[in-house]
């Protein structure tokens, strides 16, 4: 949600990025991407109007209602409302608060929520990508009793595109610098919406998919602010919600506890449990493995992104089943701030990738669970695997290509220009994979003579908006994070050079390419995927001929639970864990 793409860091989400770290869109603008074949099937489903309205298979068996669970997370939710996470936690409670407009399942494919999925043929959407309309399904009510209607989803909509709301997956706004834009949001009747942007665009299906870009009542925030509205208390504990579950008990940093929606739009009988705990566990230097713990004691269900160094442990817990993503998807990388005058010299840039060794990486942190990538589409259909290898791991070869830019080895162990040493601040999250990715790079560069200090920040701090934020104000030389992904390989909110912090866009790198930026507002503009598919391999080309960013690789999350837990279904996409909560049941509640 890193997040986004939304950072998904600690699982973070954007629309192309929740810069997640850890749970996937999810960090601002987050990365909503398909399977291989997957996005093809659902762009020509939705051209050609072909429903994609019923609900995935189930578990065979009848399932049970009742009884209550205890689910790790590894962050507290900095969230709890839509259009709002910077982590991926947030992106995963949301889907248990909010119910969605529509919603993408493990495969990767949309389904109707609260509304119908739009399309051409039913007019849902604009041949030119423009319009869109957004029916309601009637009856529908918030957990309060009162009805949802349009005159709500009208206020989310229009709340979501005023700037001083600053949401964070890259929805466009009515600002005049927005690449996409808001034109204008219309209620057409009590169940219709139509909404127009100023630029089309073809990723906004993806990007309203899922709890984290639901609707938010009007009752309750229409005589809010927009800029407020994150300070609220309703951002911690929102009081009147749509999904199948709604916060009963909180305590930040400890525990989320939800409990059944009487009103939920699947009623009366999903969702099945009665009660889920989010219980935080951090780990710590006095208990590094609090999962583990807490799952060999049963004191926990479920967890999930959990350390592939302690696969094997989980494995033999009894009574337990663990789960790997079947299509590693997202990516963990580093970005350079390119308007720091080291890291925009190129030298500097292609000697760190030739330095780094990403094989080492892969076998001593993610001990078989990675993949390397070298386009940031993996798991989609814009993936490209003939780019691989695209990094070569030659430190002797960086040595010389430092010399030959002036960069002499000193009697310190470290190169020097012009009496300026080439010392590089290295910014990420203290958790999983990056204290274990950290110590590995900074030796790897220490070879060559390129200092590292190592600098470790909280998610609100290293995803935060406007100045004072890292990554979002330039108080970087070296970031990682893992972006997530959800349903579309849109990548413009990471990589155009329109897309600033200061838009709400993600490109923290300063990155300009004018061939990049053409070619992203080509993307956006058709629905052909085989058309989207060249669009990206150009932009692949040129990132890797740049080198902005230097990916590390792709990750299989790690997941675990009770064995009689059923329609437990991890994703690399979307919400990840949580992506169908509604349809958990235990054997025996």
């Not at 494919?109 to 957004?134: E, F, K, M, Q």
């Not at 309203?208 to 911690?236: M, Q, T």
């Not at 929606?261 to 699947?266: A, D, G, M, Q, R």
């Not at 442990?313 to 993503?325: E, Q």
Request: include cysteine; aromatic fraction near 8%; hydrophobic fraction near 40%.
């Amino acid at each position: 949600m890193d997040n986004s793409p939304t950072p998904r860091d600690d699982a973070t989400n954007t629309a192309s990025g929740v810069a997640t770290d850890a749970a996937q869109r999810w960090h601002p603008g987050r990365v909503r991407l398909l399977t291989a074949g997957v996005l093809i099937a659902v762009v020509a489903a939705f051209l050609a109007g072909v429903a994609t309205n019923g609900l995935p298979p189930s578990d065979v068996g009848t399932p049970v209602r009742g009884g209550s669970i205890v689910d790790v997370e590894l962050s507290d939710a900095d969230t709890l409302l839509p259009l709002r996470p910077l982590n991926a936690w947030s992106v995963l409670v949301d889907q248990a608060l909010w119910a969605p407009l529509w919603y993408g399942d493990d495969q990767g494919v949309l389904h109707a929520g609260i509304a119908d999925l739009p399309s051409l043929a039913n007019g849902g959407i604009s041949t030119d990508l423009r319009s869109w309309t957004l029916k309601l399904h009637p009856g529908l009510k918030w957990s309060n009793g009162s009805l949802l209607t349009a005159d709500d989803l009208a206020f989310s909509l229009t709340l979501y595109s005023t700037p001083a709301f600053a949401n964070t997956l890259g929805f466009p706004t009515t600002a005049k610098a927005d690449p996409i834009g808001m034109d204008s949001v219309t209620k057409v009747d009590d169940l219709t919406v139509k909404f127009v942007l100023r630029t089309p665009d073809v990723a906004i299906l993806a990007l309203l998919a899922d709890g984290v870009a639901s609707i938010v009542p009007r009752s309750v925030f229409g005589s809010v602010r927009p800029a407020d509205i994150a300070k609220s208390p309703e951002n911690i504990m929102p009081s009147v919600v749509s999904g199948p579950f709604m916060v009963s008990d909180r305590v930040q940093g400890d525990y989320i506890t939800v409990v059944r929606n009487p009103y939920y739009y699947l009623g009366p009988r999903r969702p099945y449990l009665d009660r889920i705990t989010f219980k935080i566990l951090k780990s710590s230097a006095e208990d590094p493995t609090p999962t583990l713990t807490a799952l060999k004691t049963h004191e926990a269900d479920a967890g999930w992104f959990l350390d592939v160094a302690q696969l094997d442990s989980y494995r033999a817990i009894s009574g337990y089943t663990t789960y790997l993503d079947q299509n590693p998807a997202g990516y963990e990388w580093l970005v350079f701030n390119l308007a720091d005058p080291l890291l925009r010299d190129h030298a500097i840039r292609q000697a760190i990738t030739m330095s780094i060794d990403l094989t080492q990486i892969m076998s001593r942190v993610l001990h078989g669970t990675g993949a390397p990538t070298c386009d940031d589409a993996a798991g989609t259909f814009a993936h490209e695997k003939s780019l691989i290898p695209c990094y070569s791991y030659d430190p002797a070869g960086a040595g010389r290509l430092l010399d030959a830019d002036g960069w002499t080895m000193g009697a310190d162990g470290y190169r020097h220009k012009q009496g300026q040493a080439l010392a590089l601040e290295y910014a990420t999250r203290a958790i999983f994979p990056r204290t274990q990715v950290q110590p590995l790079v900074q030796a790897d560069l220490k070879s060559v003579g390129i200092q590292v200090v190592l600098k470790t920040y909280e998610a609100a701090d290293l995803f935060g908006s406007g100045s004072n934020g890292v990554l979002a104000g330039g108080h970087f030389q070296i970031a990682e994070f893992m972006n997530s992904v959800i349903y579309d390989p849109d990548d413009h909110t990471i990589l155009s050079s329109t897309e600033t912090p200061d838009n709400g866009g993600s490109n923290y790198m300063h990155y300009a390419n004018p061939t990049v930026d053409q070619t992203e507002t080509a993307q956006q503009q058709t629905a052909d995927p085989l058309a989207r598919a060249a669009a990206f391999h150009t932009i692949h080309q040129e990132v890797l001929k740049d080198l902005p960013v230097m990916y590390l690789f792709s990750l299989r999350n790690i997941a675990c639970a009770r064995s009689d837990l059923h329609n437990y279904r991890p994703s690399a996409l979307g919400p990840g864990e949580t992506w169908n909560v509604w349809d958990w049941y235990l054997a025996r509640a």
